[in-house]
Nanobody
């Protein structure tokens, strides 16, 4: 009964900014990490950035210096601040979480439904 709810996608101008949010809800015992992946038409899904509950981040080279990932452990929420957007950032962005449900002894992976980000003039 865990779900990931994404928000913040939409249309931006080149050089503009968007902020994505993803909140994990349900009977969650602990979260190992949360993050964002994206998939453009005709391309494979790729890592954008992840953050662990301890605050360690991993960011793709293609967005380093432009995108910043952060998390709020109390809210089970991860954010992606996207600045200096480029047309090649256009993709469906998917939230991902690796977490333990209450009463379950192992980590499982969950995906959000995806949110469209379009960068166009």
């Amino acid at each position: 009964q865990v779900q990931l709810v994404e928000s913040g996608g939409g249309l931006a101008q080149p050089g503009g900014s968007l902020r994505l949010s993803c909140a994990a809800s349900g009977r969650i015992f602990s979260i190992n990490d949360m993050g964002w992946y994206r998939q453009a038409p005709g391309k494979q899904r790729e890592l954008v950035a992840t953050v662990t509950s301890g605050g360690r981040t991993n960011t793709a080279e293609s967005v380093k210096g432009r995108f910043t990932i952060s998390g709020d452990n109390a809210k089970n929420t991860v954010y992606l601040q996207m600045n200096s957007l480029k047309r090649e950032d256009t993709a469906v962005y998917y939230c991902h979480a690796e977490l333990r449900r209450s009463g379950i002894s192992y980590y499982t992976h969950y995906w959000g439904q995806g949110t469209q980000v379009t960068v166009s003039s």
